[in-house]
């Protein structure tokens, strides 16, 4: 799922939004993460004092994102009630979050669930007690209420759309050559080693290994795929995955990107349908919220933890209430630390060196979220349908998802669109990334939008009434060259009392990864 002619569409396109009076009245701002508090907890201002009472639990889940919330499921599910969960948030979820937007449902981060492999078991399970899949007369099948309806994805190119997300219109067949070049590399790789999702599910081989030690887009040059088109959507798709171009991640996840799922199909080389996703309007916010309900009061959301320790006695774990601005110690048998390296790394006393050492290898892409509220639907320009996933070629963003596509009303009315932007390092972005995610006003994220849609919507500006801009510093972990060589996909990660549960262990921020490792961490 998943961006060079656009230069001239985004200078029509900015010109067009420049000369137009409707940007001043759209309304906006920042929301959903709460900024200066993941930054008081970085500077400590909330470690000082002595706690102002202890409680007692068995198990104390540090962290509530989709790794904690598995957690906090699998405990349940082993009979084990006598827990809390502590999360610095208002809300569970983390990257999986859902708001509104005018009264409409949208995805504050992670917008789909691809229909899991066999190795992914875990995630099969809870799908079963959710009711998305069942078996029927021997076979398995999901609820395509909850399938992406089509049509899933276009593209707009050479201005105008096109079905799919890699180029195919208006393209030389020295393109589809090397389209077919690089299909028939991924299925050789495929078979000679184990791409797996989850990563745990696979023992690193010398081949992966291989293909971890160097970039992917020095892989891409050694093997000769140099086709500017195929480049740009091989980029596009770690950007959407990774948050991070073709020159920063490893040859190993750029591959994994494809041989783990669906392969890459190559026009003319098989006409095989891509896998089913899950989506809704609110995107994986709708599983976080099936997650979290069920925890009642064990759930502290707005809770930072600042201090985990293990000692002799058992595990002490200091969080500090937002709420009540005063500090918790928690005693408990052992802890779950659900939470990214980062900061698992400061919190943690002593930590093991395991964590000191993945943690000062692992870099993080930050992202931006903007949703914006539209009062009827756009105009659009010729080719193929509106579609779930929008993408613009060419562009620094990675276009955007329509909250009303799994609507089964047909009547035209308003919707929400979510339009994502990587930050990591990329063609498109420098090292800096997350300094201007902090310092640059909302209007200026508006802006960007604005100008990004207007050349296959030239009417964007007047129909927006609101822009609501999530923004995450740590979005994502980078799977760099060589990190899946140093992390080595443990099954569980242990030290003590302490079981470590996050997808940052597999190097990279997706669903399945951080389910499963959550939920085997208990």
Avoid at 86 to 107: F, H, K, W, Y
Avoid at 414 to 441: E, F, I, K, M, N
């Amino acid at each position: 799922m998943k961006r060079r002619e656009f230069l001239g569409a985004a200078a029509a396109g900015a010109a067009a939004v420049a000369g137009c009076e409707a940007p001043h009245r759209i309304e906006g701002g920042f929301t959903g993460i709460d900024v200066e508090r993941g930054h008081s907890l970085r500077h400590g201002a909330w470690r000082a004092g002595a706690p102002v009472g202890v409680r007692r639990t068995r198990v104390v889940i540090a962290g509530g994102g989709v790794a904690g919330l598995a957690a906090a499921r699998a405990l349940r599910l082993a009979g084990i009630e006598d827990f809390v969960l502590l999360e610095l948030e208002d809300t569970a979820g983390g990257n999986s979050r859902g708001g509104q937007v005018g009264g409409i449902a949208c995805p504050l981060g992670a917008h789909y669930l691809p229909v899991p492999g066999d190795e992914a078991r875990e995630v099969q399970d809870l799908l079963e007690e959710l009711g998305l899949r069942r078996r029927v007369a021997g076979r398995w099948e999901y609820d395509e209420r909850h399938l992406c309806h089509s049509p899933q994805e276009r593209l707009f190119f050479q201005g105008a759309w096109q079905d799919g997300l890699l180029p195919v219109q208006g393209v030389d067949e020295a393109t589809l050559a090397q389209y077919r070049r690089f299909a028939q590399r991924v299925e050789t790789l495929r078979h000679a080693a184990r791409f797996s999702i989850p990563v745990l599910r696979a023992q690193p081989a010398p081949l992966l290994l291989a293909l971890d030690g160097v970039p992917f887009g020095a892989w891409l040059d050694r093997e000769g795929f140099t086709d500017p088109q195929l480049r740009w959507y091989l980029d596009y798709s770690c950007r959407d995955d990774y948050g991070a171009g073709v020159a920063q991640v490893s040859a190993w996840a750029g591959i994994h990107y494809f041989a783990s799922r669906h392969g890459f199909h190559a026009p003319g080389v098989d006409s095989a349908e891509r896998d089913a996703v899950l989506t809704w309007p609110e995107g994986n916010g709708w599983l976080a919220r099936r997650l979290a309900d069920p925890l009642g009061d064990r759930l502290k959301a707005a809770h930072a933890v600042v201090r985990i320790a293990d000692t002799r006695s058992g595990v002490e774990v200091d969080a500090f209430d937002v709420a009540t601005r005063s500090r918790v110690r928690w005693q408990a048998e052992r802890c779950i630390v659900a939470l990214p390296m980062f900061i698992a790394a400061r919190v943690v006393e002593n930590p093991p060196e395991l964590l000191r050492h993945a943690a000062a290898r692992l870099g993080y892409a930050p992202w931006l979220v903007a949703n914006v509220h539209l009062r009827a639907p756009l105009a659009d320009r010729p080719g193929a349908a509106p579609s779930w996933d929008n993408v613009i070629y060419g562009t620094r963003g990675l276009g955007y998802v329509d909250a009303r596509h799994q609507a089964l009303d047909p009547t035209p009315g308003a919707t929400v669109l979510s339009w994502y932007r990587p930050l990591g390092p990329s063609a498109y972005d420098g090292p800096d990334g997350r300094r201007r995610l902090l310092d640059r006003p909302w209007t200026a994220w508006r802006g960007d939008l604005l100008a990004e849609l207007s050349p296959p919507h030239a009417d964007i500006a007047e129909l927006a009434t609101r822009v609501e801009i999530t923004r995450y510093g740590h979005a994502m972990a980078i799977p760099a060259p060589g990190l899946l060589s140093q992390l080595g996909a443990p099954e569980r990660v242990v030290a003590g009392r302490l079981a470590f549960a996050h997808s940052d262990w597999s190097g990279y921020s997706i669903f399945e990864e951080a389910f499963t490792r959550g939920h085997l961490a208990i």
